[in-house]
Each structure stands twice: as C-alpha cells, then as structure tokens.
C-alpha cells in the first residue's frame, strides 16, 4: 500500500516556528532519500531541504540555517523544524522521494500537503 500523510502546518506569525511531519509507507520512505518540497499559488513546486538515509542533509539557499530536516527511518517519518518564518515561506508543503519522486501509475505521487501560512 501506498500512501504519504503531511501534517503540523498552520498558521504563525513573522519570526514564529512551526514542525511539519511527514509519515509514508516503506515502498516511499524505504532506504531512500526524502525531501520537503513547497509550493506557492502561482509558483512551480520546489524543493526545500532533503536528507539521506544516512542523515546527510542539504536545504535550499532560501531556508538555510532556518529550516532543519530529519528523520527517524524505524517511523519512516521525516521531519522540517521550521524556525524564523518570513511570509514568502507561506506554501502548501509536502513531501516525497529525492531526486527522482516517487511515481503511482506513471505519475509523481503526492499527499495532500499540509498548509503553512506565515502573517506579516
């Protein structure tokens, strides 16, 4: 069985902190690596932090040294320590496999994400 479940988004001011978790069947989270990715109305969805079954991390230029991914593999859950948000962190955020994203019938698969809303 397939599936990924986002959780932990919400609604937070300039400067707050939210955690975001993502738990996802072995055949998604395995040995594989695993990655947050976000996306804006109007924007393309992008990758923001990814992490190795080893723990060897990686984070995009815009959420460095304020956003911090993990993982726990015997959960097959990953997390993303968000701290310091600003509004253009304000996306539906989801994860998935890295680099290449887990495909269902030929097609990426995605959760429902979770919604991350920072006020001004």
């Known amino acids: 069985q397939v599936h990924v479940v986002e959780s932990g988004g919400g609604l937070v001011q300039t400067g707050g902190s939210l955690r975001l978790t993502c738990v996802a069947s072995t055949a998604i989270f395995g040995i594989r690596e695993m990655g947050w990715y976000r996306q804006a109305p109007g924007n393309q969805r992008e990758l923001v932090a990814h992490i190795t079954s080893g723990d060897t991390t990686n984070y995009a230029y815009f959420v460095k040294g304020r956003f911090t991914i993990s993982r726990d593999n015997a959960k097959n859950t990953v997390y993303l320590q968000m701290n310091s948000l600003k509004p253009e962190d304000t996306a539906v955020y989801y994860c998935?496999?890295?680099?290449?994203?887990?495909?269902?019938?030929?097609?990426?698969?995605w959760g429902q994400g979770t919604q991350v809303t920072v006020s001004s």
């Open positions: 998935n496999n890295v680099p290449v994203r887990f495909q269902f019938n030929g097609q990426d698969y």
